[in-house]
């Protein structure tokens, strides 16, 4: 056997430190990226709650529960690696952890009700879009404007 042949058909994966970016300004842009797509899946839960009940098949029901689930899902995630970026620059504080903490808990347990009584799903998803907008344009500018003013230009 050559040592051609023992070689895997397709490129062995990247390692995760290949696939994230390295540098603040490209981890800024990430976290951005992730922001946007969290503020419009609220947005877009937000309309569809609006809509009565009797206008939707029980498939479109379906998907507003995975949606809400994936929304929980995806502000824990996207909180865990802004932190963690943001602790590598020096750039998270003990009170911007602690405002990510309860926000988690808050949707979790928020969640919890409002899968079974539909009355309170408006209200969560709500006060959740209001937290999110929020802490964006508040601890969060200022932890990432503070960030980029310590990395150094390339």
């Known amino acids: 056997m050559s040592p051609e042949s023992l070689a895997p058909p397709h490129p062995l994966p990247a390692t995760a430190a290949a696939v994230w970016p390295l540098q603040w300004p ?9 922001h946007d797509r969290l503020e ?9 709650h609006c809509l009565a009940d009797e206008e939707r098949s029980a498939l479109q029901l379906l998907a507003d529960r995975r ?16 932190e963690r970026w943001l602790a590598q620059c ?3 504080c ?4 602690a405002a990510h903490c309860e926000a988690v808990a808050a949707a979790a347990a928020g969640w919890e009700v409002a899968e079974t009584l539909r ?5 969560w998803l709500m006060e959740l879009q209001q937290w999110f907008h929020g802490h964006r344009h508040g601890p969060d500018a200022l932890a990432y404007a503070r960030a980029a003013a310590l990395t150094p230009s390339l």
Request: hydrophobic share 40%; net charge positive; proline share 4%.
């Open 119 to 123: 009355a309170a799903r408006l209200p």
């Open 90 to 92: 020096g750039c998270l």
């Open 26 to 34: 490209q981890r800024e842009g990430l976290l951005e990226r992730q």
């Open 67 to 82: 949606d809400c689930l994936l929304l929980v899902r995806g502000l824990r995630l996207h909180l865990r690696l802004e």
């Open 40 to 48: 419009a899946l609220l947005d877009d839960l937000v309309d569809r």
């Open 94 to 97: 003990p009170g911007h952890r």
